[in-house]
């Protein structure tokens, strides 16, 4: 069976990005109830996100309109799932230990304004590698290209990096700099002819050793409740796995946490 091409985008002065590279993405619980599921992970139209300007500074929408109406309307539909590396410019820090605290921190809590943004009614960080989210693109039907990268954050009028790939990609991997907390890492699906859906799904496999944590939202004092329900959602992974030796424990770490960043919440294993 013909494997799918997957391309690695850097910047020209980049090397490459370790397979082992931890990326993480943001669940609303609605979504993350899908995962349970499905055991899938969504890519969904790029020409359907609600940010009207996304890759417009090289007139993106523009190009793909007249590449396909060149090609007598056979057109190729693109996807995105969207990740963070969870990452801080070290531009910002005066040492190397003020910007490692930075980064633990984000690490160990997660980003208030990712949280604001993904998960307003509850959901969670998902961690996994940029080697898994590769292999698992790998094993998906075949006939697709799918490129990943990191994404270039600049003021709208002011992109100038190059990166190492075709007009079309590198449009998506520059987003304004009013989106730099997302340190995001992107994955872009192409299909060979147009699709009717939104949404394209990837099976990820078991569960248990796709994700390698997951991190519950932070919880006000009136939200608790939520946190631990979806706190109990994440152990039952380690419950369910048939290889388990220890509840919610993977590699010797804690396999679901929840978030400590506006108050302290119990972690203790049952309902109280």
């Known amino acids: 069976m013909e494997r ?13 990005i370790q397979l082992s ?20 992970i969504p890519f969904s ?3 359907n996100w609600p940010d009207s300007f996304e890759g417009s500074h090289f007139d993106f929408m523009s190009r793909q309109h007249k590449e396909n109406h060149a090609k007598h309307n056979v057109i190729s539909d693109f ?17 190397e ?40 693109c790998q094993e998906y039907p075949s006939g697709y290209t799918i490129y990943h990268g990191p994404v270039y954050y600049a ?24 989106f730099r907390y997302e340190s995001e890492y992107r994955f872009i699906l192409i299909t060979d002819s147009e699709k009717n859906h939104s949404i394209e799904t990837v099976p990820t496999g078991d569960l248990f050793d796709f994700i390698d944590e997951i991190l519950v939202s932070p919880a006000t004092e009136t939200g608790e409740w939520i946190a631990r ?5 994440g152990l039952d992974i380690t419950i369910d796995y048939p290889k388990r030796t220890d509840i919610n424990s993977k590699d ?19 309902y109280h």
């Open 4 to 16: 799918n091409k997957i391309i690695e985008c850097l910047f020209l002065e980049e090397e490459n």
């Open 21 to 40: 590279t931890p990326i993480y993405r943001y669940l609303s619980l609605e979504s993350f109830l899908f995962l349970l599921e499905f055991k899938r």
């Open 45 to 47: 139209k790029i020409k």
């Open 79 to 95: 996807y995105a799932s969207c990740w963070t590396l969870q990452e801080e410019p070290r531009v910002l820090y005066s040492t």
């Open 97 to 136: 230990r003020e910007h490692k605290n930075a980064v633990e921190e984000l690490k160990q809590h997660g980003s208030a304004a990712m949280w604001q943004s993904y998960c307003q009614n509850g959901g969670v960080r998902i961690k996994t590698t940029i080697g898994k989210f590769v292999d698992i």
């Open 155 to 178: 003021a709208a009028n002011s992109f100038s990096k190059t990166i190492k790939a075709p007009d079309q990609i590198y449009t998506l991997l520059h987003k304004r700099v009013s």
């Open 229 to 233: 329900t979806i706190y109990h959602m």
């Open 252 to 270: 010797g770490k804690r396999f679901c946490r929840i978030s400590q960043l506006f108050k302290r919440i119990s972690e203790d294993v049952g």
